[in-house]
T-cell receptor
Framework: DQQVKQNSPSLSVQEGRISILNCDYT??????FLWYKKYPAEGPTFLIS?????DKNEDGRFTVFLNKSAKHLSLHIVPSQPGDSAVYFC???????????????FGQGTILTVHP | DGGITQSPKYLFRKEGQNVTLSCEQN?????MYWYRQDPGQGLRLIYY???????QKGDIAEGYSVSREKKESFPLTVTSAQKNPTAFYLC?????????FGPGTRLTVT
């Protein structure tokens, strides 16, 4: 049962344009969401996060949007740069109570390629 | 420098052999985690430990074992019972919603 899904395996954009990466989840108990960036043969690095009490969080070129009613979140990168080319994982966690407490659930990842 | 180290970067083993992957952190984190990454499947949790001398199975614990005798160390043993051991293994530490990852170990079993 895939509780967090990234339905687009890959995305290709031109430098300077917007990149939009999408993520859907099924467990309405998740209350915190994160995006990680990963280069080949390296560990993921934290990018940005959002609590379920918010619908938007911004950090420089990166913005995460959360639509709780649709159980959907997205990561916007504006403007996209070639150095942004990597695999992006969304992840969800239940921070307070429940049997899933303490476990990050990851999506399958989306490979972003930004062309110069 | 504070961080998480995993060694070695690449590991090769013959089928039927147990192999232990190292994970060390100097971030003073109580919790540590082991994940496995396969192409197209994201990161899947193998085991996690919230405190020394305690650990819990994750989603895919079969064929793996861990120990947590020291706060800084959380080694993972891939046993011969693991049917598909070839993968990229990632160790992490920190709060569940604030995890820091090591550089990973690529294990190839032939």
């Amino acid at each position: 049962d895939q509780q967090v899904k990234q339905n687009s395996p890959s995305l290709s954009v031109q430098e300077g344009r917007i990149s939009i990466l999408n993520c859907d989840y099924t467990n309405s108990m998740f209350d915190y969401f994160l995006w990680y960036k990963k280069y080949p043969a390296e560990g993921p690095t934290f990018l940005i996060s959002i609590s379920s009490i918010k619908d938007k969080n911004e950090d420089g070129r990166f913005t995460v949007f959360l639509n709780k009613s649709a159980k959907h979140l997205s990561l916007h990168i504006v403007p996209s740069q070639p150095g942004d080319s990597a695999v992006y994982f969304c992840a969800a966690v239940l921070r307070a109570g429940g049997t899933s407490y303490g476990k990050l659930t990851f999506g399958q990842g989306t490979i972003l390629t930004v062309h110069p | 420098d504070g961080g998480i180290t995993q060694s070695p970067k690449y590991l090769f083993r013959k089928e039927g052999q147990n192999v232990t992957l190292s994970c060390e952190q100097n971030l003073n984190h109580d919790a540590m985690y082991w994940y496995r990454q396969d192409p197209g499947q994201g990161l899947r949790l193998i085991y996690y430990s919230q405190i020394v001398n305690d650990f819990q199975k994750g989603d895919i614990a079969e064929g793996y074992s861990v120990s947590r005798e020291k706060k800084e160390s959380f080694p993972l043993t891939v046993t011969s019972a693991q049917k598909n051991p070839t993968a990229f293994y990632l160790c992490a530490s920190g709060l569940p919603y604030e995890q820091y990852f090591g550089p990973g170990t690529r294990l190839t079993v032939t």
